[in-house]
């Protein structure tokens, strides 16, 4: 499983999750049949620089679910399958930071951080070089086209492109 989130900001403390978006990859194929997406309602004011980088507006989520039922619905969407992500850590510290109180656990699921794929790859090629990890840098390695829209399903998908070019 590919995901990622969108956030009120960087601060795994102080800030909350708006979106989770997923997809699944089996025998190296993106299922973009098979996607998970869900909004979540928060307390947090969404700054405008936050709707500036994902379009996520308080209008959107009126109708979002409550923050225990969307964790849930994505457990019983990934499963206990490895997560796959671009700055992996963060995603999860996210979803943890619900998790945790909710159930009283972690994340257990295995991961791999595709920025460390990358590196490995590209230091072999450029060995002491300065390996630049952007996310518009591995596109244009791989030569991947960049979804535009900053969401949590599109992130993710192109994470799962990248994943699948490094693999």
Do not use: W
């Not at 990622?4 to 089996?26: F, H, M, P, R, Y």
């Not at 969404?46 to 996520?56: P, R």
């Not at 225990?68 to 979803?95: P, Q």
């Amino acid at each position: 499983i590919v995901f990622d989130t969108e956030t009120t900001g960087l601060n795994i403390e102080e800030d909350e999750i708006l979106s989770i978006g997923a997809v699944k990859i089996k025998n190296n194929k993106i299922l973009t049949s098979q996607t998970f997406e869900v909004y979540i309602k928060n307390a947090k004011k969404i700054s405008k620089e936050s709707i500036e980088i994902h379009g996520i507006r308080p209008c959107d989520l009126e109708t979002a679910k409550k923050p225990d039922e969307a964790i849930k619905d994505f457990l019983h969407f990934i499963g206990s399958r490895t997560l796959v992500g671009y700055y992996l850590e963060f995603d999860i510290a996210m979803v943890n930071k619900y998790l945790q109180p909710l159930l009283g656990i972690t994340l257990p699921n295995k991961t791999i951080e595709v920025s460390e794929l990358y590196y490995d790859k590209q230091i072999s090629l450029i060995p002491q070089g300065n390996i630049d990890l952007r996310f518009d840098t591995m596109l244009k390695t791989y030569d991947i086209p960049n979804m535009g829209i900053h969401n949590a399903v599109n992130d993710a998908v192109m994470t799962a492109m990248i994943f699948l070019k490094l693999k």
